[in-house]
């Protein structure tokens, strides 16, 4: 079974644009969320979709959205991009509400100029 | 609030020595979950283990086991005989029963010697 997968891996933005980014989850999870890392900050929860509607949402600006899909893909968005921006996003998948074994993907590398 | 507190910030040990991490936790809910992830060069977040806050049966599997305590609130995980895959930087963290959202302690960088 395939894992998490995100693309792309890696991505150069200047400030002041925007990026998406993409993940498709494990084969039958219907869960996804997203986390950021950085070195000052660690990991840190965005947000989690489940059918298609945000369900828990982290302390991050309107800046960070995002969506999922009727097939659980989901992508996020990061509009006007700031230096502080750059970081590893990760994705995770699980299986649904009742379940929160979340496993994750190799992330995106963003770098923000 | 919750937080998960890993205070070892990087450790170094030579192969077939053994290692515990320590990760201690803070949250007002009765009914929470704690995790273990591993971290590789690679950057994927690999699950270790999940444990319940009703059970506080250690675990062994394999190399690696795990001493939950509630009395004292801490979740370490111990890995016997280490080897050089054992590399990685490990996370503690934590979620409550109504959101999945995983707040994470600030992991542990283990290097293995050969």
Redesign the interface.
């Known amino acids: 079974k395939a894992g998490v997968t995100q693309t792309p891996r890696y991505l150069i933005k200047t400030r002041g644009q925007q990026v998406t980014l993409s993940c498709s989850p494990i084969s039958g999870h219907r869960s996804v969320s997203w986390y950021q890392q950085t070195p000052g900050q660690g990991l840190q929860f965005l947000f989690e979709y489940f059918s298609e509607t945000q369900r828990n949402k982290g302390n991050f600006p309107g800046r960070f959205s995002g969506r999922q899909f009727s097939n659980s893909r989901s992508e996020m968005n990061v509009s006007t991009l700031e230096l502080g921006d750059s970081a590893l996003y990760l994705c995770a998948s699980s299986l649904g509400p009742r379940e929160n074994i979340q496993y994750f993907g190799a992330g995106t590398r963003l770098s923000v100029l | 609030a919750q937080k998960v507190t890993q205070a070892q910030t990087e450790i170094s040990v030579v192969e077939k020595e053994d290692v515990t991490l320590d990760c201690v936790y803070e949250t007002r809910d009765t009914t929470y979950?704690l995790?273990w992830?591993k971290q590789p060069p690679?950057?994927?977040?690999?699950?270790l283990i999940?444990r319940n806050s009703f059970d506080e049966q250690n675990e062994i599997s394999g190399r690696y086991s795990w001493n939950f305590q509630k009395s004292t609130s801490s979740f370490n995980f111990t890995i016997t005989a280490s080897q050089v895959v054992d590399s990685a930087v490990y996370?503690c963290?934590l979620?409550d029963t109504g959101?999945?959202?995983?707040?994470?302690?600030?992991?542990t960088r283990l290097q293995v010697q050969p």
């Open positions: 979950y995790f992830y690679s950057g994927e977040l690999v699950f999940r996370f963290a979620s959101r999945r959202a995983l707040t994470f302690g600030s992991g």
